[in-house]
């Protein structure tokens, strides 16, 4: 069964540093989304990319945060300047159409220190 | 912002009785779909309700959506250890582009 996948599975940073969390997601899917979900809270919508281009971001996703298509097939969320509250989980997902079900990827846990 | 709350937050029960949680939105829905979320793990697909007043079924798991599509509910029958997670709704907005997660309940199945 096709399936969205993340890495690394956890990732360790200096507070100030630069990530990059990668995502594959499943080939023919046209909607990418990246969410993040600090420990046992809500899952928050970070941003949405259709068509090459973001087309939706909530307010937590600033000039901090950037995604990138690089190459038709991964999905990048780049975090630039991390800071302690930026640790979480870090989920990409994918759906074929903007109202069919979302696949979830196994997830990033980010560990700022 | 716009925001969907689930309630209970967090329920307790024996194997083999039944459950439900809530989920109610403060405007018109254009569409619900259900994930479920095992401890450590990630959001998994139940289903989606389009339909005023819909209701599907998949084995012991009961979903409804409102008369008028501000509120859905998930009712299991029976609950069984593997049942244990978080169930969350989720709005899919109306330009397709968002999936906005409720608040979630947490369910815990116990012997």
């Known amino acids: 069964e096709p399936e969205v996948t993340q890495t690394p599975s956890h990732q360790v940073t200096q507070m100030g540093q630069e990530v990059i969390l990668r995502c594959v997601p499943i080939?023919?899917?046209?909607?990418f989304y990246w969410y993040r979900q600090i420990l046992g809270q809500k899952v928050e919508f970070l941003v949405s990319f259709y068509n090459n281009e973001i087309s939706e971001k909530s307010e937590i996703f600033d000039d901090q945060f950037s995604v990138e298509r690089p190459d038709g097939s991964n999905f990048t969320l780049k975090i630039r300047s991390t800071k302690l509250e930026d640790s979480a989980m870090y989920f990409c997902?994918?759906?074929?159409?903007?109202?069919?079900?979302?696949?979830f990827g196994q997830g990033t846990r980010l560990t700022v220190v | 912002g716009q925001q969907v709350m689930q309630i209970p937050q967090y329920q307790h029960v024996q194997e083999g009785e039944d459950f439900t949680t809530y989920c109610n939105s403060s405007t018109t829905l254009s569409n619900i779909q259900w994930y479920k979320q095992r401890p450590g793990g990630h959001p998994v697909f139940l289903i989606q309700?389009?339909?005023?007043?819909e209701v599907k079924k998949q084995k012991r798991l009961t979903f409804q959506f409102g008369e008028a599509k501000k509120n859905s509910s998930l009712h299991i029958t029976a609950t069984q250890t593997t049942d244990v997670g978080t169930y969350f709704c989720v709005e899919n907005t109306g330009t397709a582009s968002k999936l906005t997660f409720g608040t979630g309940t947490r369910l815990q199945v116990t012997l």
């Open positions: 080939s023919n899917h046209l909607y």
């Open positions: 997902a994918s759906a074929y159409r903007g109202n069919t079900e979302a696949f």
């Open positions: 309700l389009v339909k005023s007043g």
